[in-house]
């Protein structure tokens, strides 16, 4: 007696043979269309928060005065909402509320690369350079303000003519009378002289420094720490010599120089350049102390 296999049963079974491909296809095209879903809203995650950092703004509120214009002769403070974007320094949120929102709002810049010392001001309660300070390292509102312990010219430009004065005080130029015996040969500086005087020549003449010294704020004939920190930086340099040397000391060790310095640090603390400006100062003060000792 033979056996014969019931006809729905093969039927399944050939039903299931065909629908077994048909079910793996649809897998794969499921996680396709899964994983192309994912992507758009990955990208629609990404245009929001796009689209909310080009909605945020950063408050800037920022000193004025005019003392040309009628109306603008009191200092006063103007509030500017600027949209904020990533790397947004204080320099080009002032920058955008010049443009957009006052045309007459004055301040100075010109590198933009922290190396001019144009754009020196007083941010949030401290000496900044513009250029360098990043918005999203500051709390809000953002306050500029000029340089303290200076005339304010128009808004946040003040007056560097003091400044410069004593900068030039301290003959801020290379002088020597002692030359190389070769008429074309190099005037050398060892690798260690080089190395000690090398941070004090990155001074930038910004004005940061004398603007945060209390010393320079009431004493208004104290050279300040820029203009000793440049005396420091050609009085420590060996092609000189020694009777330039001599000299140099001369000015700094005057009444209103180095020994009016009351080792403070707030210059050291302000520099956008790191100079270490009251360790260069206390130098000094040693060397005119040995300049002045007399063995007998």
Partial sequence: ?????????????????????????DERRAEKRRRAAERREQRQEEEAEKAAADESTVELKVFRYDPQVEGKQEPRFDTFHVPFTKGMT???????????Y?????????CRQAVCG?????????????????ISDLDEPVRVEPLPHAEVTKDLVVDMEHFYDQMEAVEPY?????????????????????????????????????????????DNEY?????????????????????IKQKRLEIIEQEHGVWRCQTQFSCTEVCPKDIPLTEHIQELKREAVKNNLKFW
């Fill in 223 to 243: 050279l300040g720490p820029a203009a000793i920190n440049k005396a420091y930086r050609f009085a420590m340099d060996e092609r000189e010599g020694e009777e």
């Fill in 90 to 100: 204080v320099l080009d949120a002032l920058m955008y509320a010049r443009d957009t």
């Fill in 1 to 25: 007696m033979s056996t014969q296999i019931p006809k729905q049963t093969e039927e399944s079974t050939e039903a299931d043979a065909e629908t077994e491909p048909a079910s793996k296809g």
């Fill in 174 to 218: 290379f002088q020597t009378n002692e030359y190389p015996d070769g008429e074309l040969e190099e005037q050398r500086q060892d690798r260690e002289n080089r190395e000690k005087i090398k941070m004090s020549t990155r001074c930038i003449w910004c004005g940061a420094c004398m603007s945060s010294c209390n010393i320079a704020a009431g």
């Fill in 118 to 134: 144009s754009d020196a001001m007083f941010v949030n309660g401290g000496q900044k350079l513009a250029c360098k300070t990043q």
């Fill in 102 to 110: 006052d045309s007459s709002l004055t301040f100075r810049h010109s």
